[in-house]
């Protein structure tokens, strides 16, 4: 069975009729615009809000109403996916280059939920590396002071060697740190840098994760209060 598939449609059932919907990047969160687009054509009324350019196309392929901050001053819950997720629901994401309007969304959201497959949930962060957005311009003397934290770092490169860029005309600084062992401090040290603009640690934000398992089993996580 395909468990992002299962763990996207779990979460769907978490929207109702009127909700605005923060919609997430990614290869789970595709199954959560692909199942909200089928309920949106049997009569779901919703608004979404998408995380990436990516999600904005499929969202309007599935005929799902858009809307933007503009229009709105609240999101009543986000569904996202993971690159990785902590036992104490900490996350990296980013792996998709969507890590600063994902953050931006989940941020302004009343809930935020998480799916992934078995394969995301770990005990501590760090095997999958940190993506860091950072501006094109100094990138190289800002690449210079994260690695002062002990981290190997490339710039994210496409097929052609050139590099990645993000939605927001930013490069993308993937870290390989191994372990992170306080990721609110390090998600602190990091933004405190000239040049960065966000990191891919989402720490105390998440309300619940839903995991999906290639056996057909739905594990359910909600944050402790």
């Not at 199942?35 to 608004?47: A, R």
């Not at 629901?89 to 792996?95: A, E, P, R, V």
């Not at 994260?146 to 005309?169: A, M, S, Y």
């Amino acid at each position: 069975m395909n468990a992002k598939k299962i763990a996207g449609e779990k979460a769907v059932e978490h929207v109702r009729d009127g909700m605005v919907v923060g919609l997430g990047t990614g290869s789970t969160a595709f199954w959560v615009v692909r199942k909200l687009g089928e309920k949106v054509k049997n009569g779901l009324n919703i608004k979404g809000i998408p995380t990436s350019k990516s999600t904005q196309k499929l969202a309007i392929e599935m005929n799902i109403p858009l809307i933007t901050f503009s229009d709105v001053n609240h999101i009543d819950i986000t569904i996202d996916g993971a690159d990785e997720i902590s036992s104490t629901l900490d996350l990296i994401k980013g792996g998709g280059g969507a890590l600063l309007r994902e953050k931006i969304v989940a941020f302004a959201s009343e809930k935020f939920v998480v799916v992934a497959d078995e394969s995301k949930y770990v005990k501590e962060l760090g095997s999958f590396s940190l993506p860091v957005e950072i501006t094109p311009f100094g990138f190289e003397a800002t690449k210079r002071e994260i690695q002062k934290f002990k981290c190997l770092t490339k710039i994210r490169k496409l097929e052609k060697n050139e590099p990645f860029i993000t939605d927001n005309g930013n490069y993308i600084l993937d870290c390989y740190f191994e372990l992170i062992e306080d990721p609110s401090h390090l998600h602190t040290q990091l933004n405190m840098i000239p040049g960065v603009v966000e990191n891919g640690l989402f720490v105390n934000m998440v309300d619940q994760v839903i995991i999906g398992y290639n056996d057909g089993e739905v594990k359910v996580l909600d944050k402790l209060e």
